[in-house]
């Protein structure tokens, strides 16, 4: 199916510094979203980004967290400064259309230390 | 409270054998997704519905938004079928953010 590829796969960083997590959207796709899942549980929704906009975020997108993508290049998550409630596995997705499949990424895990 | 309810959170399984995952809404959802989620992270997508059943294979999934519920069957399972099963949906009220079930942790053994 969809390839929606994340990099990296792992990234380990010191409290307070920035983090920048990359996602390369499926090439065709217009919608792009991040989702946290800290491990052992449920996947929970972050931000969805359209036509150069946030156009919905949750409680868990604090304001340290930010999203762009550049003209067509990667779409970021980035976090400045990071906390260690910050660690999980930060999901990238796309799709289509604002109501269709959304196609997942396999996950960047984020270690704050 | 929890939008997507799901149910059991965890499941064992012969080989050769089938059973059912469920996902009751409290809320009016326009589309249901169905992910496995294997044992180094990935989501693997299994089913998106609108409506009806549709099926793939030994997976089955059907979608009732009227009576706000979705399913997985899976039959003959295989000790590939191992994993983490969610279903997460789309309200129809809000916006585009999938709710995610908390998960049924299968267990397929010989």
């Known amino acids: 199916g969809p390839k929606v590829l994340q990099i990296p796969s792992h990234q380990i960083i010191d409290m307070g510094q920035m983090v920048t997590l990359n996602c390369d959207p499926v090439?065709?796709?217009?919608?792009f979203y991040w989702y946290k899942q800290i491990l052992g549980q449920q996947m929970e929704f972050l931000v969805n980004?359209?036509?150069?906009?946030?156009?919905?975020k949750s409680k868990l997108f604090k304001d340290q967290f930010s999203v762009e993508r550049p003209d067509g290049s990667y779409f970021t998550l980035k976090i400045q400064p990071t906390a260690l409630e910050d660690s999980a596995v930060y999901f990238c997705?796309?799709?289509?259309?604002?109501?269709?499949?959304?196609?997942f990424g396999k996950g960047t895990r984020l270690t704050v230390v | 409270g929890d939008q997507v309810e799901q149910s059991p959170s965890a499941l064992s399984l012969h080989e050769g054998t089938g059973s059912a995952l469920r996902c009751n809404f409290t809320?009016?959802?326009?589309?249901v997704q169905w992910f496995q989620q294997n044992s180094r992270g990935s989501l693997i997508n299994l089913f998106y519905?609108?409506?009806g059943t549709k099926e793939n294979g030994r997976l089955k999934s059907t979608f009732n938004s009227k009576e706000s519920y979705s399913t997985l069957h899976i039959r003959d399972a295989q000790l590939e079928d191992s994993g983490t099963y969610f279903c997460?949906?789309?309200?129809?009220?809000?916006?585009?953010?999938?709710?995610f079930g908390t998960g049924t942790t299968v267990s397929v053994s010989p």
């Open positions: 809320t009016t959802m326009r589309a």
């Open positions: 997460a949906a789309e309200p129809y009220q809000g916006g585009r953010a999938l709710i």
């Open positions: 519905l609108a409506s």
């Open positions: 980004f359209y036509n150069g906009k946030v156009m919905e």
């Open positions: 997705a796309s799709s289509s259309d604002s109501h269709t499949e959304v196609f």
């Open positions: 090439s065709n796709h217009l919608y």
